[in-house]
């Protein structure tokens, strides 16, 4: 018998198909748009995990190709991100762990103020330059249906998406200057964190990671959370 495909499953199987196919199309027919095949797939992997901003993209791209035709491109990705948040940290918060997590004060409390405006809590945090991985860590952590996520997280992505692209589109600002804020990006938060370095807790799997950049509880806390 051949399992079933859950639908949010087939609509990212679909949508990275039809990008690769337009992505050949374009190679070969209209190269000069090929850019935003690249931003497609980029915005993927921006919005999820892996630490790489979408900012300097968006307003490299933007500067191409002008803000709404950017913003478009980006939209799709941007609900793959989101399923994919899901699907890879559902299991972590239910099948971990770090599923005992939730039976501590800290983290109740932090839900319990989520809870008080979580569709607004998402979109601002999507929309503004806030760190965005706690509450994405919450929201799955918290059961906040994913529809009600993706959506929040449109609200505030596409705005800032489209003001990104507009602000590269209107300055015209130079490629150095975008790659530079690109390394910028990248290398901040990495230098804060090792010259911030001190004895902790060894994190030694994905469950404490998490835990760490959602809530920053006391050691001794901690530790009584995640032991065996």
Not at 133 to 151: E, F, H, M, N, Q
Not at 161 to 171: K, T
Request: charged letters at 15%; glycine letters at 4%; one cysteine or more.
């Amino acid at each position: 018998m051949i399992p079933t495909v859950p639908k949010k499953w087939q609509f990212v199987i679909l949508s990275l198909l039809l990008a690769t196919a337009m992505g050949i199309i374009t190679y070969f027919v209209y190269p000069k748009f090929i850019g935003l095949v690249f931003l497609f797939f980029y915005i993927i992997p921006s919005n999820s995990f892996v630490p790489f901003p979408h900012e300097p993209a968006i307003i490299y791209y933007g500067k191409i190709f002008g803000p709404l035709v950017t913003t478009i491109t980006a939209v799709i990705p941007t609900i793959i991100a989101c399923i994919i948040d899901y699907a890879v940290l559902t299991p972590v918060f239910s099948r971990t762990r770090l599923s005992k997590i939730k039976n501590t004060g800290i983290y109740q409390k932090t839900v319990h103020y989520y809870h008080k405006a979580p569709f607004f809590t998402n979109m601002f945090a999507a929309l503004s330059p806030v760190p965005f991985y706690p509450v994405r860590i919450l929201s799955v952590a918290s059961g906040y249906p994913l529809w009600k996520y993706t959506t929040a997280v449109l609200g505030g992505r596409i705005p800032r998406y489209y003001f990104l692209a507009l602000f590269g589109a209107v300055l015209n600002i130079p490629n150095w200057v975008i790659a530079a804020f690109f390394l910028s990006l990248i290398t901040a938060p990495l230098y804060r964190k090792l010259s911030k370095r001190r004895v902790k807790i060894p994190v030694e799997t994905i469950e404490e990671t998490v835990l760490e950049s959602v809530i920053p509880m006391p050691e001794e806390e901690l530790n009584s959370t995640i032991r065996y």
